[in-house]
């Protein structure tokens, strides 16, 4: 795991194809059932997971947060923003191809003037967190009784 002040990522291995992953990383409202990380996701929006889908994010020692897809590349990566008041925090999601498996990459950014601050103060959870999900996305991904939601 690797990180400036105001930037946070991890990457995983993971013996799952590049797709099975996305499946997994885009059915949003499930992610509860593999990270502790994660107390609910609500999406405000139906349909496919696209740019402009919107969902309420409640994760333990946060207030609840309102999410924003920015930018989906294929099947490969999806962004999200959330903006508070002197903040805005930008979570990138991304899979790379690599032989039978793939690798995901999940990073976190604090841009704005209260981000240094605030990436100080969460520097640990960031780490922690960040850590239970892509634990839990290479576990539910390698899952083959799992099947994402419809």
């Not at 996701?41 to 994010?57: N, T």
């Not at 490969?76 to 498996?101: E, L, Q």
């Not at 960040?130 to 390698?142: F, I, N, T, Y």
Request: no cysteine.
């Amino acid at each position: 795991m690797a990180g400036d002040d105001k930037q946070f990522s991890i990457s995983i291995g993971i013996n799952a194809p590049a797709d099975r992953v996305y499946e997994v990383m885009a059915d949003t409202e499930r992610w509860p059932e593999w990270t502790p990380s994660v107390k609910s996701i609500k999406r405000l929006d139906s349909g496919p997971f696209a740019v402009g889908s919107r969902a309420v994010i409640r994760q333990p020692k946060f207030p609840p947060a309102l999410w924003t897809v920015t930018a989906i590349d294929g099947r490969r990566s999806f962004t999200w923003m959330n903006r508070a008041p002197g903040i805005k925090v930008i979570a990138h999601h991304s899979i790379d191809a690599n032989g039978d498996g793939s690798r995901a990459t999940l990073s976190l950014r604090y841009e704005g003037l209260l981000a240094g601050l605030f990436s100080r103060l969460t520097r640990n959870i960031s780490h922690r967190y960040l850590a239970w999900e892509a634990h839990g996305l290479k576990a539910r991904a390698e899952n083959p009784f799992f099947r994402v939601s419809q």
